[in-house]
């Protein structure tokens, strides 16, 4: 079974300021995907970032960027001048490839609360 | 539709009651899956539809909980005999067609049950 672990259960930083999000996950498969998810107070899961384990790139999606390293099995997200907008619950979260089986279910972290301040 | 929707959003049970949550993925898509978040928790997986057919149900917590999608769109999750333990966010998410092949999975704002 996979497990997802975000240690840092709250963050808060200054607008415009870089923050990076914590993430460590435990699996024995060798091909997987890893997401971000924001989940503001509506609870509406918005994905930020998608990595495929093939993919020795780290993603990018304007601001927001990871750090994907597989050995150590850390996948964290660097939130680059960040916006009051960016507050929420982000969520890390893990899928298997699925192969001829097909979609396979997402494995989520307990969250990481960031605020961000004015 | 424009997205995930789901209905009831906020659903308040006495205990014992029988609850029906209803999810109304974006037209077309064939994945659906149903999560259920705890207060302060990550979503947990419960259920996974392809079409009509149900190929994941390992995350249901006990056989209280039950999910259908007859056609292959629109899918129920029902709960009999609601406890207080069942009071959590139920999270609908859809996707065009297998995830493994790369498709966003889009999630509805969820619908919000407390047991009383």
């Known amino acids: 079974a996979q497990t997802v672990t975000q240690s840092q259960p709250e963050m808060s930083v200054q607008e415009a300021e870089t923050v990076t999000l914590s993430c460590t996950y435990d699996?024995?498969?060798?091909?997987?995907?890893l997401f971000w998810y924001k989940q503001p107070p509506s609870r509406q899961m918005i994905l930020v970032i998608r990595q495929e384990a093939y993919k020795q790139q780290n993603a990018t999606e304007n601001r927001f960027s990871v750090n994907f390293q597989k050995a150590a099995k850390s996948f964290s997200l660097k939130i680059s001048d960040s916006q009051l907008g960016d507050t929420a619950m982000y969520f890390c979260?893990?899928?298997?490839?699925?192969?001829?089986?097909?979609?396979?279910?997402?494995?989520f972290g307990q969250g990481t609360r960031l605020t961000i301040n004015p | 539709g424009a997205g995930v929707s789901q209905s009831p959003r906020y659903k308040v049970a006495k205990r014992g009651q029988d609850v029906a949550l209803r999810c109304d993925p974006i037209s077309g898509h064939v994945s659906l899956f149903w999560y259920q978040q705890a207060l302060g928790q990550g979503p947990e997986f419960l259920t996974y539809f392809q079409n009509e057919a149900q190929l994941d149900k390992s995350g249901l917590p006990s056989d209280r909980f039950f999910a259908e999608r007859p056609e292959g769109s629109v899918s129920t999750l029902k709960i009999q005999r609601t406890q207080q333990e069942d009071s959590a966010v139920y999270l609908c998410?859809?996707?065009?067609?297998?995830?493994?092949?790369?498709?966003?999975?889009?999630f509805g704002e969820g619908s919000w049950l407390t047991v009383v």
């Open positions: 979260a893990f899928m298997k490839h699925g192969g001829i089986q097909g979609a396979q279910k997402l494995v």
């Open positions: 998410a859809s996707s065009l067609v297998l995830v493994d092949s790369g498709n966003t999975i889009y």
């Open positions: 699996t024995s498969e060798s091909n997987y995907y």
